[in-house]
């Protein structure tokens, strides 16, 4: 299945003007080109870039926020003093994803064993297919901006348009989405690294307490970085990681118990 230009520009509109059942996102880029969407149930907008100032409204969660500019203003806080100016007035960082917004010319062709991509829109919305059921909207779950997912085959999807057949590691459950909305990511970004270290001296350890994750290449710290966050919104506990546990395949599972979420990082080999 190939696209000319004109195809594929004509393509790109209707995923902006997509079914209102689909919940595709729809905002268009100021001067800054940051656009946020808000990753929490709810969030206070106020008339001051202070948590104690007056609050004009609430975006609510997967709302895009167009962002006229950002500040880091003295009256902090001091754990995260980033504020985002958006038109209604001042909302706090912390609970607001960065996302971008980058429409894809389809793939032709998959190797069987499928292609990992990422997702380039802040949000798109999944659907399920069954001969009996025909296509049918995934009603538990989107598909959020820079996520992983690993694709297995290119379908001809609703409205004879091109979507990707995703297989997620778990007992091979599959769904499937927008072609237009996921990006293929490049070989060297998840190649092996540091080839001639025996895979037998490198670990990773993790610590749910401190939210870290340290590799190891023998008794060496090679990379220190945050592994999960958001659990804290300074003083406010939105999450409360409480287990790991590992799949036969690799696959992490991490329990909230506050949230009542299970969180997946999947293997990629």
Avoid: C
Avoid at 254 to 269: H, P, Q, R, V, W
């Amino acid at each position: 299945m190939s696209y000319t230009r004109r195809e594929f520009l004509k393509l790109s509109a209707l995923t902006v003007s997509a079914l209102a059942a689909s919940r595709s996102p729809v905002v268009t880029k100021n001067a800054t080109g940051l656009i946020g969407r808000v990753a929490y149930e709810s969030v206070s907008v106020f008339d001051l870039p202070r948590l104690k100032a007056n609050t004009l409204g609430y975006r609510f969660r997967d709302d895009l926020l167009n962002v006229h500019y950002s500040l880091n203003p003295l009256t902090g806080p001091a754990y995260n003093p980033l504020w985002y100016r958006i038109s209604e007035g001042f909302v706090h960082a912390g609970l607001i994803q960065p996302v971008g917004i980058e429409y894809n010319l389809p793939v032709d062709a998959l190797p069987e064993q499928g292609v990992l991509f990422r997702v380039t829109v802040p949000y798109t919305q999944p659907y399920n297919f069954s001969s009996q059921a025909g296509w049918e909207l995934e009603s538990l779950f989107l598909l959020y901006y820079s996520s992983n997912h690993w694709v297995t085959a290119v379908v001809e999807g609703p409205g004879g348009e091109p979507w990707y057949q995703i297989t997620e590691s778990w007992e091979g459950i599959q769904y499937y989405a927008k072609a237009s909305h996921l990006q293929v990511i490049p070989d060297d970004e998840y190649s092996p690294i540091s080839t001639e270290v025996p895979p037998e001296d490198k670990r990773i350890e993790i610590s749910l307490a401190l939210q870290s994750l340290t590799a190891f290449e023998g008794e060496k710290i090679v990379s220190e970085e945050d592994f999960i966050t958001g659990f804290l919104n300074g003083s406010q506990v939105i999450g409360r990681p409480v287990d790991l546990v590992f799949d036969k395949k690799g696959n992490l599972f991490i329990s909230d118990d506050k949230a009542g979420y299970i969180f997946i990082l999947k293997k990629l080999t």
